[in-house]
């Protein structure tokens, strides 16, 4: 049974890594790794006491970027293992597997160990990124290997498999396997992160308190008093002028501390096993005779196809007179194609979901003032439709119909249309807080609405074409609306955020206006660079 575990881990880890996700999630983390070691001289740090930092040796480069490593990847690291499950319903793995003598617990555990090689191997790169900016800061050249290593051990890794047992659970539960799980687990994660840090947290919580002492005890004994000269801060931060640095020989875990790790290990173990009480391992006897994700495929595709069907010109070749053509209708193809695109991004969207719009769009023209729409309706307006937003760029793909509709002659007017039913379902989302600043006469919070209706539909077709899956839009954009909403001027993109005269004080327009040329032109040149391949 063990060799037949590994097997399978091994097959489905080497599967995972090939994919878009993985390689957009490392390339990030190595981007953190570079984050999180600023340059002597630089004005922002990722991890700070007070007024200074450890110097830049093993013990100290290893802890900040496996602090910063676990929670990086314990939310994007959650959304690149997320399809374990998924992926073998839909291509029909499932129903093979149903049919062999696997246990369920054995199969929910070797897909565990998949999702935790696959976030491990994410650590490795990150280690050997804090050796390289050891070497490139050049303030202690004498790398330490057991030093470096330790804190991704001790620290992350034990956070990456709780991770990775979380994807495996949310996807054993209807209500959390889909799009709304991925946004759950970004609200979790925030608490986990936040609380986290703190000393009454559970089980040691992410490890910073036990770190801080350690930093503490280090700057105590050079003479600093660490109650003086700040708190500890973890997160990317903007200084009045660069840190001060002290000595730092490395973290000694106190055995309450292994104790605490172990537990979360085993903790992650039992959410991986406790599905099998109710998992159906894909057998049509035990889930009620449900269609797996490759049956159901077919009414995607049906309903894909149906949506294009009425930009299908009459005419045809001579061979191919006695097919059945469509009917020719009066009117614009543009706009035909536009309604089909709009039919394909809200099919399935519920009453209530427009009964929330509804409700926006009236408190925004009854209660609030247009400053109030822009700061506190506008971010409500526009995290309701993410899970549509994250629809663009992807459904050709997973409804299998990308290589028909390849054929197609004018492949940028279908992206033309794609992107217009974005933008049309944005401003429809917003438009109660659109209407209150107009009528507020908040022209330039009106400018910033509209720049930001032109820029969610681009970069979620964007990411939704490069990576071909609803996730990486959802991972994205979700960081970028809680910064937003707790007024991080620099991620601000639709105006909410304002200055102590009342203006926006978020993006610049003319940048986002930028950002939605750059990805369209991203989109346009990754279409047709696949059709010619193709």
Partial sequence: MVPMLVRLAVADFRDRVRRPAYAAILIAAVALGYLATPASSSNWVVVQVGSYRGTYNSAYIGMIVA??????????????????????????????????????????????????????????????????????RGEDLAVDPVRLLSPFVLIALPLTALTAAAALLFETIPLLRAGLGNIVWFF??????????????????????????????????????????????????????PLRTFDWAGFDPSPEFLVSRLVLVLLALVLVVLPALWFPRFDPARSGGQPSGAESTGGAQDAYLGAHATVVPAAGPAAFQGVPRAPVRPGSPALRLLAGEVRILLQGTPRWWWAGVLLLTVVAQMVTSATGASRILLPLAWIWPVLLWSRLGTQRHEAGVEAVLGAYPAARRRIAAEWGAGFLLTAVSGIGPALRMLTGADFPGLLHWLCGALFIPSFALVLGTLSRTHRLFQAAYLPLWYGTVNGFAPLDFMGAVRGPDGQPAGLPPAVLLGAVVVTLGIVYGATATRRAAS
Avoid at 108 to 124: D, I
Avoid at 190 to 209: C, E, F, K, M
């Fill in 67 to 136: 602090l910063a490593s676990a929670v990086w990847l314990s939310l994007a690291g959650f959304y690149v293992v997320r399809n374990a499950l998924s992926r073998d319903e839909s291509t029909g793995v499932g129903r093979l597997l149903a049919a062999t003598p696997l246990r369920t617990s054995a199969y929910l555990v070797a897909k565990f160990l998949s999702s935790v090689l696959v976030l491990a191997s994410m650590l490795g790169v990150l280690a050997v990124t804090a050796v390289v900016m050891q070497l490139a």
């Fill in 188 to 241: 979790v994660w925030s608490v986990v992160a936040i609380g986290g840090q703190s000393p009454q947290a559970p089980l040691g919580g992410i490890g910073v308190h036990s770190v801080v002492q350690s930093l503490s005890a280090g700057m105590a004994a050079q003479g600093i008093d660490p109650h003086r000269v700040g708190e500890f801060s973890l997160g990317l931060t903007f200084v009045d002028e």
